[in-house]
C-alpha cells in the first residue's frame, strides 16, 4: 500500500493513532517509495524512447546507403539483372557517392576493398566468381561496420573461409606438385637425349675421321705415282 497508494489513509490514521513517530515514518516511506517507482517508469521511458530513435535512425540511414548504391549500381549495370560480381563492386567503390554513403555508415570503403575476395568467395568451390543480389549486397556490407561487434555467426563465417581456402590452396599445392614432377621428368628425358646426341655426335666425328683417312694418299705412294709419269 506505501508503494502503490492503494487504503494509505486508513495506514496513516491507524500508525498516527498508536504514534506520531510511526506516522512520520511511514510518510517517509512513502515519499521514498513513490519517487524510486517514479524514477523507475521515467528511466524505462528514456530507455524505450532511445531504442526506438536509435532503431529508426539506422533504418533511415540503411534506406539512404541503399538508395545510394542502387543509384550507382544501375548506372553501372549494363545487363540490368541488378548482380553484383567482383568486378562492378570493385568499380563501384571507385564512384564518390557510393563512397560518401558507406562513410555515413561507418564503413570503410578502402578497408572494403581488400574484403572483396571473401565476400564474392564461393563457399563451395572456393572461386571469387560468385555474384551477389542486391539485398545480400547490403546485409553483408553493414555487417563490415567499425562499430560491429564480433558475434558466433561472425567466427562461423570465418571458420568457413578459413576452409575454404585451405582447401583451395591445398588444390593449388598438388597442382603444382604435379608441375614439377613433369617437368623433372622432362628434364630427365632431356639429359638421356642429349647423352644420346652426344654419342651419336662422337660416332659421327669417328665416322667422319676414319673417312678422311681412307680418302687421304699415302706420301710413298704418291711419290710413285710421279716418277712413273715422268718415265
Given at each position: 500500500?506505501?508503494v502503490?497508494?492503494?487504503?494509505?489513509?486508513?495506514?496513516?490514521?491507524?500508525?498516527?493513532?498508536?504514534?506520531?513517530?510511526?506516522?512520520l515514518?511511514?510518510?517517509?516511506?512513502v515519499?521514498?517509495?513513490?519517487?524510486?517507482?517514479?524514477?523507475?517508469?521515467?528511466?524505462?521511458?528514456?530507455?524505450?524512447?532511445?531504442v526506438?530513435?536509435s532503431?529508426?535512425?539506422?533504418?533511415?540511414?540503411?534506406?539512404?546507403?541503399?538508395?545510394?548504391?542502387?543509384?550507382?549500381?544501375?548506372?553501372?549495370?549494363?545487363?540490368g539483372?541488378e548482380?553484383?560480381?567482383?568486378?562492378?563492386?570493385?568499380?563501384?567503390?571507385?564512384?564518390?557517392?557510393?563512397?560518401?554513403?558507406?562513410?555515413?555508415?561507418?564503413?570503410?570503403?578502402?578497408?572494403?576493398?581488400?574484403?572483396?575476395?571473401?565476400?564474392?568467395?564461393?563457399?563451395?568451390?572456393?572461386?571469387?566468381?560468385?555474384q551477389?543480389?542486391?539485398?545480400?549486397?547490403?546485409?553483408?556490407?553493414?555487417?563490415?561496420?567499425?562499430t560491429?561487434?564480433?558475434?558466433?555467426?561472425?567466427?562461423?563465417?570465418?571458420?568457413?573461409?578459413?576452409?575454404?581456402?585451405?582447401?583451395?590452396?591445398?588444390?593449388?599445392?598438388?597442382?603444382?606438385?604435379?608441375?614439377?614432377?613433369?617437368?623433372?621428368?622432362?628434364?630427365?628425358?632431356?639429359?638421356?637425349?642429349?647423352?644420346?646426341?652426344?654419342?651419336?655426335?662422337?660416332?659421327?666425328?669417328?665416322?667422319?675421321?676414319?673417312?678422311?683417312?681412307?680418302?687421304?694418299?699415302?706420301?710413298?705412294?704418291?711419290?710413285?705415282?710421279?716418277?712413273?709419269?715422268?718415265?
Open positions: 500500500r506505501g502503490f497508494l492503494d487504503g494509505i489513509e486508513k495506514v496513516m490514521r491507524a500508525l498516527i493513532d498508536e504514534h506520531v513517530a510511526l506516522g515514518i511511514f510518510l517517509l516511506y515519499l521514498l517509495a513513490e519517487m524510486t517507482v517514479m524514477n523507475l517508469l521515467v528511466g524505462v521511458l528514456c530507455e524505450v524512447v532511445n526506438v530513435a532503431a529508426e535512425k539506422e533504418e533511415l540511414m540503411v534506406q539512404y546507403v541503399k538508395s545510394k548504391l542502387l543509384k550507382v549500381l544501375r548506372q553501372m549495370d549494363d545487363d539483372d548482380q553484383i560480381s567482383k568486378t562492378e563492386f570493385v568499380s563501384m567503390l571507385e564512384h564518390v557517392d557510393a563512397c560518401s554513403a558507406l562513410q555515413e555508415v561507418g564503413v570503410d570503403p578502402v578497408g572494403l576493398v581488400d574484403f572483396a575476395d571473401f565476400i564474392f568467395e564461393d563457399e563451395v568451390d572456393g572461386d571469387s566468381d560468385k551477389l543480389t542486391f539485398p545480400d549486397f547490403i546485409e553483408l556490407v553493414m555487417q563490415f561496420r567499425g560491429n561487434t564480433a558475434t558466433v555467426r561472425d567466427i562461423v563465417d570465418l571458420r568457413k573461409f578459413t576452409r575454404v581456402v585451405a582447401v583451395h590452396l591445398n588444390d593449388r599445392i598438388t597442382d603444382l606438385r604435379k608441375t614439377q614432377s613433369n617437368i623433372s621428368r622432362d628434364v630427365s628425358r632431356l639429359g638421356d637425349n642429349q647423352q644420346v646426341m652426344l654419342q651419336r655426335f662422337a660416332g659421327l666425328q669417328s665416322t667422319l675421321h676414319a673417312l678422311s683417312q681412307h680418302l687421304e694418299l699415302p706420301p710413298r705412294q704418291a711419290g710413285a705415282s710421279g716418277e712413273r709419269g715422268s718415265v
